[in-house]
């Protein structure tokens, strides 16, 4: 079991920039508006040889329960008690406050291990906030930068203290706390076999603001790991959450909600929608979540568009189904709209859900490892030039320039994810009809409905060019 440690403190003193610090990747969105983290995230965080399971939570607020404060407060909450350790976070630069008090006060009434750190503390900022923070009676407050990287040999001692603390209250999950692992993390740079298969099947849920994103990433996991409520725009990081489904482990990424690009005009939001586009990027498979009562709006057709010409796999999810009237007839519009504006993905999966009450949840991850599946499929050489030779004796390419005929003389697949054809021929040009027309045989014969496909042309060189 890894050591686990939650950064807790009030809104804007610095939480997210040490996360960011101590995982060694710009993960949490950062701002200096207050109160930009609300959702807790997990990463695996590492001081010089210690690793440990790490939590970004929300600024600690006194309100009421029923708020979005609240709710984010019971997030932290959550965290803290997976947590055995906790690093409490003070602005150095503005001295101990009366909501620093507080929570200080709450913490030591969870009688749980706690480092307190005065952030900001470069240079001699810092210096009457640190003399303040004794009177808080969590211990020897430390003086770290985490913006700068300062305090960090101090940091990593008191933390390597709790680890070994823990160890002696905990034998049987005692770990050593100066071990490096070598093996936590995979750069991505090293995977350089595209078949081969993925340990872990990175899943995004995208969709407009209020779609049920969150929601429904909690109805798949079975509690209440996402803030929600009727609110629009509560997420803003994309947050990765590790879970695992039957047999496939999965990395589920909530997001922000996407907007129209005229329409956003806040910075943060601006962040939001670029992590979120970064998950997608990022991502093996996109379930595209919308309003089933309002389905396949413009900006659900824009994500959907980005998404595949990305060569992500795409699901399509009507999500509130179950306030929907006339099913049949909304889901022939639904079918309609997909079949007339995504031609360059044919077939693409649709699941009618209902995240709040869980009705057809059950059928999402199904159809998730099928195009997961289908997006991963190699086809052998043979069988595609047996399939070109037919579709070309059924309708012949067109004249190419100068009225020559183009000649599609071989194929192979050069590569999944997506899956990805290299045709080679006479002429270096062909019509956007025709290939979409390949692509259609492609997914009709091959069984690849919903998957973006590839097709790319390269002329053969002729070796009678240079003879004279």
Not at 96 to 112: E, K, M, S, Y
Not at 149 to 175: F, K, T
Not at 384 to 398: F, Y
Not at 414 to 420: E, F, L, N, Q, V
Request: aromatic share 4%; charged share 25%.
């Amino acid at each position: 079991m890894a050591f686990t440690i939650a950064i807790v403190g009030r809104p804007n003193v610095g939480k997210s920039t040490l996360f960011n610090r101590l995982v060694g990747k710009r993960l949490a969105l950062v701002d200096d508006t207050p109160g930009v983290t609300r959702d807790r995230r997990e990463g695996e965080g590492r001081i010089a040889g210690l690793h440990f399971s790490l939590f970004d939570t929300a600024g600690l607020e006194d309100a009421d329960a029923a708020s979005m404060e609240g709710r984010m407060q019971r997030q932290t909450e959550t965290a803290l008690d997976d947590a055995d350790l906790a690093l409490m976070l003070i602005d150095g630069r503005a001295g101990v406050t009366p909501l620093d008090q507080h929570f200080a006060g709450w913490l030591r009434r969870r009688n749980q291990p706690v480092l307190l750190l005065a952030n900001k503390c470069e240079g001699a900022a810092g210096t009457g906030g640190m003399a303040e923070a004794w009177s808080l009676g969590l211990g020897e407050p430390l003086a770290i930068s985490a913006a700068h990287g300062e305090g960090l040999v101090a940091l990593h001692d008191g933390i390597l203290a709790a680890m070994e603390a823990h160890a002696l209250a905990n034998p049987v999950a005692a770990v050593d706390a100066a071990e490096i692992d070598e093996t936590r993390e995979i750069d991505d740079a090293d995977q350089d076999d595209e078949d081969e298969v993925d340990p872990i099947l990175q899943l995004a849920i995208l969709g407009r603001p209020n779609a049920g994103k969150s929601t429904l990433v909690n109805r798949l996991l079975g509690e209440e790991r996402q803030i929600t409520g009727p609110e629009p725009g509560l997420t803003r990081d994309a947050i990765g959450i590790a879970w695992q489904w039957r047999e496939q482990k999965i990395r589920l990424i909530d997001t922000a909600g996407l907007r129209k690009q005229a329409k956003v005009t806040e910075k943060l939001e601006k962040l939001a929608a670029d992590d979120a586009v970064r998950a997608m990027e990022y991502a093996q498979v996109v379930v595209l979540l919308l309003d089933a009562r309002a389905p396949l709006e413009r900006q659900d057709l824009n994500i959907a568009a980005r998404t595949l010409e990305e060569g992500r796999a795409l699901i399509v999810a009507a999500n509130k189904w179950d306030l929907v009237t006339d099913r049949r007839a909304a889901m022939g519009r639904l079918r309609d709209r997909l079949e007339t504006s995504l031609t360059q993905a044919r077939g693409v999966p649709v699941v009618t859900l209902s995240a709040l009450t869980g009705q057809g949840v059950e059928n999402l991850m199904p159809a998730v490892t099928g195009v997961y599946k289908r997006w991963r499929h190699r086809i052998s050489t043979a069988a595609l030039n047996r399939w070109l030779k037919d579709m070309t004796e059924s309708h012949p390419p067109p004249l190419g320039q100068h009225g020559r005929r183009i000649r599609l003389r071989y194929m192979t697949q050069a590569k999944t994810r997506p899956p990805t054809f290299v045709i080679f021929s006479n002429l270096p040009d062909l019509p956007d009809a025709y290939t979409r027309y390949l692509q259609n045989g492609l997914r009709e014969k091959f069984d690849l409905p919903g998957v973006p496909l590839r097709i790319l042309l390269r002329q053969q060189d002729n070796p009678y060019a240079d003879r004279k």
